[in-house]
């Protein structure tokens, strides 16, 4: 099974930026849809971001279009999130997570439960 490992977290003031990174371990990794999920305690982990295996097709939730951009590298194995205009509703812990399912090259995996592994987090904290 793909192992993913997050990095790029941290604090940051509001109105700024962070840019996550996700490496995962699998040469297969192109054939994979990826998304973004953030959960804060007491409340279900929510998308944030999903891209195509191809990179062609996104999608984002209105509270972070336009802000958030998911974008991946296939030669290398990662996906990155790229947030900007940061707000403390942003602080969460972030996911990296990975579907294997057979889907068209332009299919974007929105439900958690079409993903089937998960990194461990990355913290994401936004001071006002």
């Known amino acids: 099974q793909v192992q993913l490992v997050e990095s790029g977290g941290g604090l940051v003031q509001a109105g700024g930026s962070l840019r996550l990174s996700c490496a995962a371990s699998e040469r297969t990794f192109s054939m994979y849809r990826m998304g973004w999920f953030r959960q804060v305690p007491g409340k279900d982990r929510e998308i944030v971001a999903g891209?195509?295996?191809?990179?062609?097709?996104?999608y984002y939730p209105d509270s972070v279009k336009g802000r958030f951009t998911i974008s991946r590298d296939n030669a290398k194995n990662m996906v990155y999130l790229q947030m900007n205009g940061l707000q403390p509703e942003d602080t969460a812990v972030y996911y990296c997570?990975?579907?294997?399912?057979?889907?068209?090259?332009?299919?974007?995996?929105?439900?958690?439960?079409?993903?089937?592994?998960w990194g461990q987090g990355t913290q994401v904290t936004v001071s006002s």
């Open positions: 997570a990975a579907d294997f399912a057979d889907r068209s090259a332009l299919y974007v995996s929105r439900r958690r439960d079409e993903y089937d592994s």
């Open positions: 891209i195509s295996r191809s990179g062609i097709t996104t």
